[in-house]
C-alpha cells in the first residue's frame, strides 16, 4: 500500500513539472520525484543490495537538491537585478 501512495505522488509531481510555467518551480517537483524514486527503490527492493542502491540514489538526490537550491538562488538573484 505504501509503494502505491509513493508511486501516485511521484507520478503527480511528474504531471505537475509537464504544468509548471516557471522553472523554479519545475526544479523543486523534479526534487521531491527524486526523493520519491529513493523511497520506492528502499520499499521495492528488500535487500542489503537494495539498500545500498536506495542509499546511493538518496545521497546523489541529495547532491541534486543542493544544486537546485543554488540554481534557485541564482534565477532569483538574476531577477532582482533586472
Same mark, same amino acid.
Given at each position: 500500500m505504501l509503494i502505491e501512495i509513493i508511486g501516485? #505522488?511521484?507520478v503527480l509531481m511528474a504531471l505537475r513539472t509537464l504544468l509548471a510555467r516557471d522553472r523554479a518551480e519545475r $526544479? %523543486? *517537483?523534479i526534487? +521531491? $520525484?527524486s526523493f520519491g524514486l529513493t +523511497? %520506492? #527503490?528502499a520499499l521495492y527492493i528488500q535487500?542489503?543490495?537494495g539498500a545500498i542502491i536506495a542509499i546511493t540514489f538518496f545521497v546523489a538526490s541529495t547532491i541534486s537538491s543542493n544544486a #537546485? +537550491? *543554488?540554481s534557485i538562488?541564482? #534565477?532569483q538573484e538574476e531577477i532582482m537585478i533586472r
Open positions: 501516485i #505522488i511521484v $526544479m %523543486l *517537483y526534487n +521531491a $520525484m +523511497a %520506492l #527503490i535487500t542489503p543490495f #537546485i +537550491a *543554488y538562488g541564482r #534565477i
